[in-house]
């Protein structure tokens, strides 16, 4: 298991760790892949080491909207093992990648083992429902223009700067017309923000998407550093 290239990984401590690690399975996570629908059984515990889980709410007439992202900072399943089992969205793979997989029943044995192990995922549960309250009163408040700078600054802390999305895509996740994501991604390549073609964003100037971004992710970041501060040394 690459266990420093998810960040939930790499804070369990060794002794559980060593355990932990027989019990799981390493997957590729392709785009589209659904994960789970609403309302589904969680059977499965995903730490991502690379690629994006998108947790989408889907409305009755049709259209849905994106409320948070999990990559390699996180896991997908873990809350919901140590619950009900219930998933309370659609959660499909929006990026790519590589993860960590895990029995439900193994994370809660282990859980109820380890206090640590338990209030480690707690903490991570913590920080995706702050980002989920935080995408809501953005998307209530923030232009279309700020939300998408604040939409690319989270895909390239969990991605890097060459993302693999579609307008349309973009469009859905963020509950707007794809008329108005073209209008900001043209305004933002003129800007020499960002590139894009076909399926492709690669972000040219991050410092001024930044700059152009609501606070929403930034406020999101710093939540993140409260509970899983920096290690030292």
Not at 173 to 180: A, H, I, L
């Amino acid at each position: 298991m690459r266990r420093h290239d998810n960040s939930l990984l790499s804070r369990i401590d060794t002794s559980i760790f060593d355990e932990l690690v027989k019990h799981a399975t390493l997957v590729e996570l392709r785009q589209g892949d659904v994960l789970a629908e609403s309302h589904d059984v969680v059977d499965k515990v995903y730490f991502p080491h690379e690629g994006i889980i998108s947790c989408v709410v889907e409305l009755a007439g049709g259209g849905a909207i994106e409320t948070g992202m999990i990559g390699r900072d996180g896991s997908f399943g873990a809350g919901m093992a140590l619950d009900d089992r219930i998933s309370l969205n659609h959660s499909a793979v929006q990026v790519g990648g590589v993860a960590s997989v895990f029995d439900a029943k193994v994370i809660v044995q282990f859980a109820d083992k380890h206090p640590s192990f338990r209030r480690l995922l707690m903490s991570y549960e913590h920080f995706h429902l702050a980002q989920v309250q935080q995408t809501a009163a953005c998307n209530a408040v923030h232009s279309v223009q700020a939300r998408t700078c604040k939409w690319l600054l989270r895909m390239r802390e969990l991605a890097g700067d060459e993302l693999t999305v579609t307008q349309q895509f973009l469009a859905q996740m963020m509950g707007v017309r794809r008329t108005s994501v073209t209008g900001v991604a043209i305004e933002l390549q003129k800007a020499g923000m960002i590139s894009h073609s076909r399926g492709r964003i690669h972000i040219m100037d991050v410092e001024k998407i930044r700059r152009w971004a609501c606070e929403c992710h930034e406020d999101v970041r710093q939540h993140y550093i409260r509970l899983f501060p920096p290690s030292v040394g």
